[in-house]
């Protein structure tokens, strides 16, 4: 038997543990590899929701959050750390997703060490380096010095090729977040009680169109936060209506959600779901309502309309096919778009379409046998 390669994954928060784990598993089924999983804990609570479910547990934990932190306090303590993890494992690999600071500087430390790198999620790029923020260059950092690039569709891999990657490095593989969401659906339907956290909201809001929101940007921080509070307040003023809305815990966010919202009757501020409560969250809403890059991805996957606070966006493909929208962060557009939808039945059912342009839920499978090609074409 060949050798098994170590594939040391690096990762910090929600989205990229959601994005990460279908390969995690997919490269544990495989013995040509030995994944060593190296979370920097970026994020704490919501890294943690996500890693229970999906029954990882960490080779090394970094533990690294901190209150409020700033982007260079985060980005320094992680090159230190990050780095030491290397260089007691040797990996042969090291495989990063999207763009987070964790993503960027675990590409940098391996780089440094001359470990070839490979990037899930590649190439998704808004064009404005400052939306969205810092995570645009965070990508493009990543990119200048990945091995392999598994993009998620044709049309971030263009992306990487007009950037003058090597086109036998870029793999169209589709988003991994659609293997996490068939999964978690797998596993919701053999046991509903994964779910029943969402119940008591359900039987409270139950003749009411629901509209779930999460925002948790760093360039809507200040301004369009607060336009983004002041439009859901006056979407549930609507007797029809209810919002349920879990709650980022940076404290920008909370701070301005409690103070605009707390108490509201059609308004459920929330801790953030787990993972499978999420996903029943996407399923008996009627519309989404957010700033994340994984919901525009999920929205659509499952036939709800999304309509997106941000100006532009760096997955285009739910705009083209007319499922998800830009609204921007001013409130008056905000609330004129979300009350078109509620009203305008051809409106809502135009872009109430499933639409599934980020995967087919074999990303995870497809990565692993990429990999595998390269590792035999090295040997
Ligand atoms: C980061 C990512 C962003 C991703 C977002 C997902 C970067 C530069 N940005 O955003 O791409 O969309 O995560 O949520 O890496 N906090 C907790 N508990 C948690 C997580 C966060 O209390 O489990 C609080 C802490 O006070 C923390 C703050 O939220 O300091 C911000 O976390 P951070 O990871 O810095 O968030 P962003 O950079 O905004
Ligand atoms: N998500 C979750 N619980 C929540 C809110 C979001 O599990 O309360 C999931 C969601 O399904 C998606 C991911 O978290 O897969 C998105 O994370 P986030 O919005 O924090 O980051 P982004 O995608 O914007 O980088």
């Known amino acids: 038997m060949t050798r098994q390669h170590k594939i040391l994954v690096v990762f910090g928060t929600r989205p990229e543990a959601i994005k990460l784990f279908p390969v995690i598993a997919a490269l544990r089924a495989d013995p040509r590899f030995h994944p060593v999983v190296c979370v920097s804990a970026q994020h704490r609570g919501m890294l943690d929701q996500v890693l229970e479910i999906a029954g990882i547990v960490p080779d090394y934990d970094l533990d690294l959050m901190k209150p409020d932190q700033t982007l260079d306090g985060l980005t ?8 030491r993890v290397m260089d007691t494992e040797h990996p042969d690999r090291v495989m990063v997703q999207g763009d987070t600071a964790t993503a960027m500087v675990g590409a940098l430390a391996a780089y440094y060490r001359k470990i070839p790198v490979d990037h ?29 690039h598994f993009a998620p ?94 709650v980022h815990p940076n404290p920008n966010v909370r701070k301005v959600m409690n103070k605009a919202l707390a108490g509201l009757d059609n308004v459920a501020l929330i801790e953030p779901l787990d993972y499978p409560h999420f996903s029943r969250l996407l399923a008996i809403c009627d519309i989404m309502l957010t700033d994340s890059g994984g919901v525009q991805e ?76 390269e590792i035999g074409s090295e040997a």
């Open 153 to 246: 569709t044709q049309t971030a891999a263009e992306a990487l090729m007009r950037e003058n990657v090597d086109p036998g490095r870029v793999h169209v593989t589709g988003n991994t977040v659609i293997d996490a969401l068939h999964w978690v659906t797998a596993r919701i339907a053999e046991n509903p009680a994964l779910v029943s956290g969402l119940a008591d909201l359900e039987a409270r809001f139950a003749n009411k169109r629901i509209i779930g929101v999460t925002s948790h940007r760093r360039e809507n921080f200040g301004d369009g936060l607060e336009h983004i509070a002041e439009a859901v307040r006056q979407i549930a003023a609507r007797e029809d209506v209810a919002v349920i809305f879990p």
């Open 120 to 148: 899930v999620e590649a190439g998704l790029r808004s064009g404005d380096i400052y939306q969205p923020w810092p995570e645009e260059v965070n990508r493009k950092i990543i990119g200048a010095m990945a091995s392999l």
């Open 76 to 83: 320094s303590a992680l090159l230190n750390e990050v780095g």
């Open 298 to 373: 999920e929205a659509p996957a499952l036939g709800k309309p999304v309509l997106v606070m941000r100006e532009t966006t760096e997955r285009p493909e739910g705009v083209e096919a007319g499922t998800a929208k830009l609204v921007g962060t001013e409130t008056a557009r905000i609330v004129t778009e979300i009350f078109t939808l509620l009203d305008d039945k051809a409106a809502y059912e135009a872009m109430a379409q499933a639409h599934n342009p980020f995967g087919d839920g074999h990303s995870a499978r497809r990565i692993v046998e990429l990999l595998a090609h």
